[in-house]
């Protein structure tokens, strides 16, 4: 009766010990692959846009004719390292169909963000797109903040 209650006792630990993996022969443990550092990358700040009234084409030529230009001007100065502009096809009536994504060095860079850019908007005049209310449609229905994740050696 004893002896069957110490053989599984012993089975589970034999199991414990094998599973532990295999020992190299000076006994120390076997060598894992190395995991990549994640590191923080830079800082992107998105607008999502929703054109309305058949209105994409026309809010495309305001932002190209102003915003763009403005983080054209912004690059250049060094206040942002790039700018996009992307399309894609909303998945519902109150999705997205514009982006607008300006990259920025570190969370550092935002402070102060509007303080920055006020000389780039003030040198130049905004270019009006005819037939277009900015309000309705060319509504940003959200923003977002994220940081690029980069992978180290």
């Known amino acids: ?26 006994g120390a443990p076997p060598t894992l692959p190395s995991l990549p550092v994640v590191e923080d990358g830079s800082v992107w700040k998105v607008d999502y846009i929703r054109s309305r009234n058949r209105k994409q084409r026309a809010c495309l030529q305001f932002y190209g004719a102003n915003w763009r230009v403005n983080r054209a001007e912004a690059k250049r100065t060094g206040l942002v390292l790039s700018y996009m502009i992307w399309t894609a096809e909303p998945v519902g009536p109150d ?38 209310d900015l309000a309705t449609d060319c509504a940003i229905i959200g923003s977002r903040t994220t940081r690029q994740v980069e992978f180290g050696k």
């Open 1 to 26: 009766m004893v002896r069957r209650t110490i053989s599984p006792l012993l089975a589970a630990v034999a199991m414990l010990v094998g599973a532990a993996g295999p020992v190299t022969a000076q």
């Open 95 to 132: 999705d997205w169909d514009i982006m607008l994504a300006t990259e920025y060095r570190n969370y550092a860079a935002l402070d102060g963000l509007e303080e920055k850019f006020r000389p780039i908007l003030a040198a130049r005049t905004r270019v009006v797109v005819p037939d277009l």
